[in-house]
């Protein structure tokens, strides 16, 4: 019942923005969180950010953490991933998974229950 749909990939110039979108349809009214995660060819999955429907509790990856922001419009179930400062580094698919517990952010992929499709992001230099 669940889905989860990413947009606002693209292509972008090293120092750019972009937006990603998460809609997720079909979850609770509450106690979940909403994740990005990224996967670059040859790379590990890596947590982007995560944003709790309880509180608004944000978290952020290292390596994202002063360039990216992650917000979260719970009444549309729309979450998003302002990009900023973007390098070539970013470059991955980028994914949105949601995960129907107790509304805590893990910044790790197992516990999350629903994925989208990915969107792409890429970088040039």
């Known amino acids: 019942e669940v889905q989860v749909v990413e947009s606002g990939g693209g292509l972008v110039q090293a120092g750019g923005s972009l937006r990603l979108s998460c809609v997720a349809s079909g979850l609770p009214l509450d106690d979940y969180a909403i994740g990005w995660f990224r996967r670059a060819p040859g790379k590990e999955r890596e947590a982007v950010s995560c944003i709790s429907s309880d509180d608004g509790a944000v978290v952020y990856g290292d390596s994202v953490k002063g360039r990216f922001t992650i917000s979260g419009d719970f009444a549309k179930n729309t979450v998003y991933l302002q990009m900023n400062s973007l390098k070539p580094e970013d470059t991955s698919v980028y994914y949105c998974?949601?995960?129907?517990?107790?509304?805590?952010?893990?910044?790790?992929?197992?516990?999350?229950?629903?994925w989208g499709q990915g969107t792409q992001v890429t970088v040039s230099s």
């Open positions: 998974a949601a995960d129907l517990g107790m509304g805590t952010c893990y910044m790790d992929a197992r516990p999350y229950d629903y």
